[in-house]
T-cell receptor, first 115, second 111 residues
Framework: KAGVTQTPRYLIKTRGQQVTLSCSPI?????VSWYQQTPGQGLQFLFE???????NKGNFPGRFSGRQFSNSRSEMNVSTLELGDSALYLC??????????????FGPGTRLTVL | AQTVTQSQPEMSVQEAETVTLSCTYD???????LFWYKQPPSRQMILVIR??????QNATENRFSVNFQKAAKSFSLKISDSQLGDTAMYFC????????FGAGTRLFVKA
């Protein structure tokens, strides 16, 4: 099976702009989670989508949003970008039926730089 | 609330030696898995090993094994015969309603 793919791999934006990141999960996986990774804060959970519905949400402002399509592909949007949004954004997929026991499989990440 | 703590920000080990990475966790889930993920400098996060909490037997994957102490909520990773390719960031994670990751331990394997 193909792994989790994320596009684009690198992105440079300026403050105030908005950005959309895309994630295609492993075939058959219905859950997609998004994480923000920074040197100072580590891996922080943004949100999880399962069957087109947001199932879990982390503690991020409303500028961070997401959605999931019927084919389980997911997009994450960040509006009004701030310098502090510069990070590696990781997407992870899993079957999603049992959150407690599923293993997450990660994509390569999108490196976002905000200037 | 679920928490995962990795108290060793950085470690180093000589090639071919054994190293143990520590992790403690707290969860209110009754049925859960614990995971160790590896993130090499190329940044692709990959699963190293996972442990089912209801199993007392410690999981083993080739050179990687865990020491799971459920009562103490401890879940350490042992890497035997360390190789240069083991150099990476290692994250401990607790699966549940949300998967919670520790802050990570950066491991350097020296030649």
């Amino acid at each position: 099976k193909a792994g989790v793919t994320q596009t684009p791999r690198y992105l440079i934006k300026t403050r105030g702009q908005q950005v959309t990141l895309s994630c295609s999960p492993i075939s058959g996986h219905r859950s997609v989670s998004w994480y923000q990774q920074t040197p100072g804060q580590g891996l922080q959970f943004l949100f999880e989508y399962f069957s087109e519905t947001q199932r879990n949400k982390g503690n991020f402002p409303g500028r961070f949003s997401g959605r999931q399509f019927s084919n389980s592909r997911s997009e994450m949007n960040v509006s009004t970008l701030e310098l502090g949004d510069s990070a590696l954004y990781l997407c992870a997929s899993r079957p999603g039926v049992d959150s407690s026991t599923d293993t997450q499989y990660f994509g390569p990440g999108t490196r976002l730089t905000v200037l | 609330a679920q928490t995962v703590t990795q108290s060793q920000p950085e470690m180093s080990v000589q090639e071919a030696e054994t190293v143990t990475l520590s992790c403690t966790y707290d969860t209110s889930e009754n049925n859960y898995y614990l995971f160790w993920y590896k993130q090499p400098p190329s940044r692709q996060m990959i699963l190293v090993i996972r442990q089912e909490a209801y199993k007392q037997q410690n999981a083993t994957e080739n050179r990687f094994s865990v020491n799971f102490q459920k009562a103490a909520k401890s879940f350490s990773l042992k890497i035997s015969d360390s190789q240069l390719g083991d150099t990476a960031m290692y994250f401990c994670a607790s699966g549940g309603f949300k998967t919670i990751f520790g802050a990570g331990t950066r491991l350097f394997v020296k030649a």
